[in-house]
């Protein structure tokens, strides 16, 4: 069905969209999000303190001598409201804001892309895309473009979620949606890609340590899991695009633009391209190729600077460790190129007053983030999410089940966990001594237990406030509906956690057990202890 029909059809009210409203109404009981995390907050620090005083533990599945692990073997619930717990929450408070990942991420990223956004670039863009792109293919190639982009996941965070509720907004769509198809593409379908990424690495050394558990000489490789990845990318992509346009599109209904920020509606977005605009557009494109032969030059020869400097390898390396900085760069060159154009930026100040206007848009997701970061700091103090992951694990292994069908109850165990250790690679160095040695015991190979472990690690990223950015992600669709609340993004993203956690693991259940196919180059599924 084209995207174009979807303002024909009424809201549907079948059972599962009254399950969705029923969510959204528990959800939405919720308080303000920012009172929420700071409720969370104090909730960890007395719930630390009980666990703490029963002796709550569990046994670390880490080995001995292991980074993090304690000398008698144990994860223990850490107190937070005795004398060191106290202390360490003072001591801590203005640095657990400063620290939290995505907040210099997305305010670095913020200052280039008001550069673009002042000087009209982003809308002269999207005006330019949606006006020439085949409308039944725009919620397709919004999926797609969120996947991909997860290679270096800042872009799809903080440029295409924003970037695709303007592209539905200007196509008389629910911006929602929009924001919801990306948002699904970049982290509920983030272990799907047609590319190797920064991620890709750092769960191989976590698996190979874990494997060497039982073998000592066992490697895993980056691509361990690259065929795999290939594959979900268009299963992701059809699975995102039926969801947004049958389930999703339909339930938010039209969209109202009375509740908006009346600064992100654009009334000419539908406006046709001036000829000052397409020679902006020109001069906008030589700007890109000119970053883009720049990126090149830093990556790609031998001499490269962003390359790793001790062995040289492009993916895990400076470049991709700093990638925001690309985008900053990105936003800032091919913005002022198309505002000297257009004649919107004349000098310095107009670019500077850009870039502040961009970060003033952004107090709502400071004063968010400033209370979500404690939370998550207070969070991995106590232990919780570790003492949560292997009992989760324990669960796993207690069902004693040998046959393949175990690998349906470990992804679901792992989406569980996920909502409490959003972490992809914390969650995965805490169960992967568990996972990894017990499924290689009974026959198979950490490739395929590691892919496994992906499918749910992603699939409930875009239903839990664990989850990095899912306060910025909130922060932008407020910015579609100012009464917009933690319930109403959870509904809207739930169909998405469930079709893929269903229609993902039957995929890779027929990938490797009906069809035999390996998850990656020379990677096996099966292993002989």
């Given at each position: 069905?084209?995207?174009?029909?979807?303002?024909a059809i009424?809201p549907?009210?079948n059972?599962?969209?009254r399950?969705?409203d029923?969510?959204e109404?528990?959800?939405?009981l919720l308080?303000h999000?920012?009172?929420l995390?700071?409720v969370?907050a104090i909730g960890?620090?007395?719930l630390s303190g009980?666990?703490?005083w029963?002796?709550?533990?569990v046994?670390?599945p880490?080995?001995a001598?292991a980074?993090?692990?304690a000398?008698?073997g144990m994860?223990?619930?850490?107190?937070?409201l005795?004398?060191?717990?106290i202390?360490r929450?003072f001591?801590?408070l203005v640095?657990?804001?400063?620290s939290f990942?995505?907040?210099?991420v997305?305010?670095?990223a913020?200052?280039?892309?008001?550069?673009?956004?002042?000087?009209g670039?982003l809308?002269?863009?999207?005006?330019?895309?949606?006006l020439s792109?085949?409308p039944?293919?725009?919620t397709?190639?919004i999926?797609?473009?969120g996947?991909?982009?997860n290679t270096a996941?800042?872009?799809?965070?903080?440029?295409?979620?924003p970037?695709?509720?303007?592209?539905?907004?200007a196509?008389?769509?629910?911006?929602?949606?929009?924001?919801?198809?990306?948002?699904?593409g970049v982290?509920?379908?983030?272990?799907?890609n047609l590319?190797?990424?920064?991620?890709?690495?750092?769960l191989?050394?976590?698996t190979?340590e874990?494997?060497?558990?039982?073998?000592?000489d066992?490697?895993?490789?980056a691509t361990?899991?690259?065929?795999?990845m290939i594959?979900?990318?268009?299963?992701i992509?059809?699975?995102g695009?039926l969801?947004t346009?049958f389930?999703?599109e339909?339930k938010l209904?039209k969209?109202?633009?009375?509740?908006?920020?009346?600064?992100?509606?654009?009334?000419?977005?539908?406006?046709?391209?001036?000829p000052?605009?397409?020679?902006g557009?020109r001069?906008?494109?030589?700007a890109?190729?000119?970053v883009?032969?720049?990126?090149a030059l830093?990556?790609?020869?031998d001499?490269?600077v962003?390359r790793n400097p001790d062995?040289?390898?492009?993916i895990?390396?400076?470049?991709?460790d700093?990638?925001v900085?690309?985008?900053?760069?990105?936003?800032?060159?091919?913005?002022?190129?198309y505002?000297?154009?257009?004649g919107v930026?004349k000098?310095d100040?107009?670019v500077?007053d850009?870039?502040?206007q961009a970060l003033?848009?952004?107090?709502?997701?400071?004063?968010?983030v400033f209370?979500a970061?404690q939370f998550v700091a207070?969070?991995?103090?106590t232990?919780?999410?570790a003492i949560?992951?292997v009992?989760?694990?324990?669960?796993?292994l207690?069902?004693g089940m040998?046959g393949p069908a175990?690998f349906f109850f470990?992804i679901?165990?792992?989406?569980?966990?996920?909502?409490s250790?959003?972490?992809?690679s914390?969650?995965w160095?805490?169960?992967?001594?568990i996972f990894v040695?017990?499924l290689m015991?009974?026959?198979y190979?950490p490739?395929?237990?590691?892919?496994?472990?992906?499918i749910?690690?992603s699939?409930t990223?875009i239903?839990?406030p664990m989850?990095?950015y899912f306060g910025l992600?909130?922060?932008?669709?407020?910015?579609?509906?100012?009464?917009?609340?933690v319930?109403?993004?959870?509904?809207?993203m739930?169909?998405?956690?469930?079709?893929f956690l269903?229609f993902?693991s039957a995929?890779f259940f027929v990938?490797?057990?009906?069809?035999g196919?390996?998850v990656g180059?020379g990677?096996p599924?099966y292993y002989t202890?």
């Amino acid at each position: 069905m084209a995207d174009g029909q979807q303002q024909a059809i009424a809201p549907r009210r079948n059972g599962f969209t009254r399950f969705l409203d029923g969510v959204e109404w528990l959800g939405n009981l919720l308080p303000h999000p920012v009172t929420l995390f700071a409720v969370l907050a104090i909730g960890i620090v007395f719930l630390s303190g009980l666990l703490g005083w029963m002796g709550v533990a569990v046994v670390d599945p880490r080995p001995a001598g292991a980074p993090g692990v304690a000398e008698d073997g144990m994860i223990r619930a850490v107190s937070l409201l005795d004398g060191d717990g106290i202390r360490r929450i003072f001591t801590n408070l203005v640095t657990n804001f400063t620290s939290f990942a995505p907040l210099g991420v997305v305010l670095v990223a913020m200052i280039g892309v008001g550069v673009a956004e002042k000087s009209g670039l982003l809308s002269a863009a999207v005006r330019s895309m949606v006006l020439s792109a085949p409308p039944h293919m725009v919620t397709v190639a919004i999926v797609f473009a969120g996947i991909v982009s997860n290679t270096a996941s800042e872009v799809g965070y903080v440029v295409l979620i924003p970037l695709a509720g303007a592209i539905f907004y200007a196509l008389g769509r629910h911006p929602l949606a929009g924001m919801a198809a990306a948002f699904a593409g970049v982290s509920g379908g983030y272990s799907a890609n047609l590319l190797i990424g920064t991620i890709d690495p750092l769960l191989a050394g976590i698996t190979q340590e874990a494997a060497r558990l039982i073998d000592p000489d066992y490697t895993v490789v980056a691509t361990a899991n690259w065929y795999f990845m290939i594959g979900s990318t268009f299963l992701i992509t059809i699975i995102g695009s039926l969801v947004t346009i049958f389930i999703v599109e339909p339930k938010l209904g039209k969209y109202d633009p009375s509740g908006a920020d009346s600064t992100i509606l654009d009334d000419h977005m539908m406006e046709e391209i001036s000829p000052t605009e397409r020679k902006g557009l020109r001069w906008a494109g030589i700007a890109l190729l000119g970053v883009l032969g720049l990126m090149a030059l830093t990556l790609l020869p031998d001499w490269g600077v962003l390359r790793n400097p001790d062995t040289g390898d492009r993916i895990d390396s400076p470049f991709f460790d700093g990638f925001v900085v690309w985008i900053l760069i990105f936003f800032v060159v091919t913005g002022y190129a198309y505002g000297r154009v257009v004649g919107v930026m004349k000098s310095d100040r107009d670019v500077i007053d850009a870039m502040a206007q961009a970060l003033a848009s952004l107090g709502l997701y400071i004063v968010l983030v400033f209370f979500a970061a404690q939370f998550v700091a207070f969070f991995g103090w106590t232990n919780l999410g570790a003492i949560t992951a292997v009992t989760g694990s324990q669960f796993l292994l207690d069902t004693g089940m040998t046959g393949p069908a175990i690998f349906f109850f470990f992804i679901l165990i792992c989406a569980l966990i996920n909502l409490s250790l959003g972490s992809a690679s914390a969650q995965w160095a805490v169960t992967a001594p568990i996972f990894v040695p017990m499924l290689m015991l009974i026959g198979y190979a950490p490739e395929a237990i590691q892919a496994a472990y992906r499918i749910g690690d992603s699939t409930t990223n875009i239903i839990t406030p664990m989850m990095s950015y899912f306060g910025l992600i909130l922060a932008w669709a407020t910015r579609y509906d100012k009464n917009l609340g933690v319930g109403t993004l959870i509904a809207m993203m739930l169909p998405y956690t469930i079709f893929f956690l269903l229609f993902w693991s039957a995929f890779f259940f027929v990938w490797t057990f009906v069809i035999g196919l390996p998850v990656g180059p020379g990677s096996p599924t099966y292993y002989t202890p």
